[in-house]
Every structure is written in structure tokens, then in C-alpha cells.
């Protein structure tokens, strides 16, 4: 009797270890992190209002951890900036920004995994002056991959 418990026992344990490790919904993860993996699927220059390219905003996309986007926003400007930004949108409802006054030469990568199949919107900026250059495809989904 007491090896047809303990089998009872294992076989109940590896029911409901089964059921937590494999029936648990993936976990969609974000973040921001100084730099993107995988590869360059659209980008875009940031144009101040009087025709200077002054940076290049990139959307970059792997296959890892359930597909990742990620944005990177770049200045040539140098320590002259006023601020710049890196702006992510997924049409599920997710998103993620890294945005900061203090930024010289980059901002991002903003990410979120867990996003094979998603389509996104994306933007990059630097401020120069009170001027802004804004760049990438913020007003139109894309890139569903």
C-alpha cells in the first residue's frame, strides 16, 4: 500500500507540474536595453524643419523569445542635442518608450518580445533648439512579422 501511494503521489505531482510549466501563458517582456539584436527591418532619418538629416531612427526584429522588435533612435549631433527619444507600439496594446533630456547620441533599444506576428508602429526624435526631428512610421501599422 505505501508504494501505491507514493505512486499516486508522483503521478499527482507530475500532473500539476505538468500543467504550470506547460500551460502557462508566455510572458511578454519589455524593456529597454543600449542596444538592439537581429537585424535592421525599417528605418528612417529624423529631418529638422529646415532640411538637416540630424539622426536615423532603425527598427530592428529577431526571432528570439517569441520575436522581438526593438527601436533605436541615433543622433549625429553629437553632445548638441536637446533631448532624444525611441518610441515602440504594437497593435496588441503594448508599447514601450526611452526618452530623456539627457541623451547625446542614442535612445533605446526599447523592446518587447513575445511579438511574432504583431504589427508595430515606431518613431524616433531629437530635439535640437526647440526644434524636433521625428522620423520612422508612427501613423501606419507594419512589419507584422
Not at 508566455?26 to 529631418?47: D, F, K, M, R
Request: overall charge positive.
Amino acid at each position: 500500500m505505501h508504494v501505491r501511494l507514493s505512486r499516486t503521489v508522483a503521478a499527482v505531482m507530475a500532473a500539476i507540474c505538468s500543467t504550470v510549466l506547460f500551460a502557462s501563458p508566455a510572458v511578454a517582456a519589455q524593456g529597454v536595453s543600449p542596444s538592439c539584436s537581429g537585424s535592421i527591418v525599417h528605418q528612417a532619418g529624423l529631418w529638422l524643419p529646415g532640411g538637416n538629416q540630424v539622426g536615423r531612427v532603425e527598427l530592428w526584429y529577431s526571432s528570439a523569445n517569441g520575436g522581438t522588435n526593438c527601436v533605436i533612435t541615433r543622433s549625429f549631433l553629437g553632445s548638441k542635442t536637446d533631448g532624444i527619444g525611441a518610441y515602440l507600439w504594437l497593435q496588441d496594446g503594448r508599447n514601450v518608450f526611452d526618452s530623456s533630456a539627457s541623451y547625446n547620441s542614442y535612445a533605446g533599444g526599447a523592446w518587447i518580445s513575445n511579438a511574432a506576428g504583431v504589427c508595430v508602429k515606431y518613431k524616433g526624435e531629437v530635439v535640437l533648439n526647440g526644434d524636433v526631428a521625428t522620423g520612422g512610421r508612427p501613423g501606419s501599422w507594419g512589419n507584422c512579422g
